[in-house]
């Protein structure tokens, strides 16, 4: 079966620092994974995935993450942090055909002015 | 992009009574759609996969009786809560996947926050 871990429940930094999001995942096989963005009151945006293809991905609103097997990681950083980032983010990895979603348990993004 | 609508937005009804969410796929065609729900400052929990002209497929612990899942045509997904309790107080979020999209993205709604008195 396949879950990830979020290792942090809350994130802090200042606007203009950059942001680091930390998940790692377990899987038996080489999987897809997602980060999520979920803005207050709101449905999940996507906001990059991994499909085996490049292992660093580049997604919207500047942030990026890197596959690493090695770490079984999958890390979401972003450069300079923006008031607008403030929200909870998901690290998701699908089953097997991609239908089903696990989700990690969040991480919200504080950032401070 | 495409665009996964839920109505209502927010609602409020007494215990004992029954309310009805909406899940449309603005343009797109969904044969598969799915309902999570969420709870305060927690992760999303899968509820349900909605297939089109079939049963639902509920994950171990949802009761069927309670949530009540239609998928009635390619672009709409009912999710009806049954005689309300204050525990079924939630926010419920549903996804759909594009039937003829490359890629495989599922597409969320913005989720429905039900608060049962």
């Known amino acids: 079966a396949q879950s990830v871990t979020q290792l942090d429940s809350h994130v802090s930094v200042s606007e203009g620092t950059p942001v680091l999001l930390r998940c790692n995942y377990s899987?038996?096989?080489?999987?897809?994974l997602f980060w999520y963005v979920q803005h207050p009151n709101k449905g999940l945006q996507l906001l990059l995935k991994?499909?085996?293809?490049?292992?660093l991905v580049k997604g919207i609103n500047g942030f990026e993450a890197e596959f690493k097997k090695s770490e079984t990681s999958f890390h979401l950083t972003k450069p300079s942090a923006h008031m607008s980032d403030a929200a909870e983010y998901f690290c998701v990895v699908p089953n097997f055909g991609n239908e089903k979603l696990t989700f990690g348990t969040g991480t919200r993004l504080t950032i401070i002015p | 992009g495409a665009v996964v609508s839920q109505h209502p937005s927010r609602v409020i009804c007494k215990s004992g009574t029954s309310v009805k969410i909406e899940c449309r796929s603005l343009?797109?065609?969904?044969?598969?759609m799915f309902w999570y729900r969420q709870f305060p400052k927690k992760s999303l929990m899968l509820m349900a996969t909605?297939?089109?002209?079939?049963?639902?497929t509920y994950e171990q612990g949802v009761e069927k009786d309670k949530f009540l899942i239609n998928h009635a045509s390619l672009t709409l997904s009912t999710l009806t809560v049954t005689s309300a309790h204050p525990e079924d107080s939630s926010f419920y979020i549903c996804?759909?996947?594009?039937?003829w999209g490359i890629g495989g993205e599922l597409f969320f709604g913005e989720g429905s926050r039900l608060t049962v008195l």
């Open positions: 899987s038996s096989y080489s999987p897809s």
């Open positions: 991994y499909t085996s293809a490049a292992t």
């Open positions: 343009d797109f065609q969904a044969t598969t």
């Open positions: 909605s297939n089109e002209g079939s049963k639902a």
């Open positions: 996804s759909a996947r594009d039937r």
